[in-house]
Nanobody
Framework: QVHLVESGGGLVQSGGSLRLSCTAS????????MTWYRQPPEKEREWIGG????????TYADSVKGRFTISRDNTKNTLYLQMNSLKPEDTAVYYC??????????WGQGTQVTVSS
């Protein structure tokens, strides 16, 4: 029932920007904190950051701090990840994630971000 759909990925040059979106359904979006993860090729999935229910609090991994910004629009059931100053090491499949008390962890299918040198 929980359904997360990431979009907005693509190919960008180093230093460029992208904004990813995650559209959520199947649960009360506004009642849950949301997180972003990414998985580079042949590497483990990495936590990027999270956002509180109303969007008032965000936290980030050191690797993206100062470059990435998480936001949400609870009226649209949508989570965002604004990525600036992209680096080749940001190349990964990006996933949004939610942990609900009834369904457990849920992931989207991911969206590919590729950053060229």
């Amino acid at each position: 029932q929980v359904h997360l759909v990431e979009s907005g990925g693509g190919l960008v040059q180093s230093g460029g920007s992208l904004r990813l979106s995650c559209t959520a359904s199947g649960f009360t979006f506004r009642d849950y904190a949301m997180t972003w993860y990414r998985q580079p090729p042949e590497k483990e999935r990495e936590w990027i950051g999270g956002i509180s229910l109303s969007g008032g609090t965000t936290t980030y991994a050191d690797s993206v701090k100062g470059r990435f910004t998480i936001s949400r629009d609870n009226t649209k059931n949508t989570l965002y990840l604004q990525m600036n100053s992209l680096k080749p090491e940001d190349t990964a499949v990006y996933y949004c994630h939610v942990m609900t008390f009834t369904t457990g962890p849920s992931w989207g299918q991911g969206t590919q971000v590729t950053v060229s040198s």
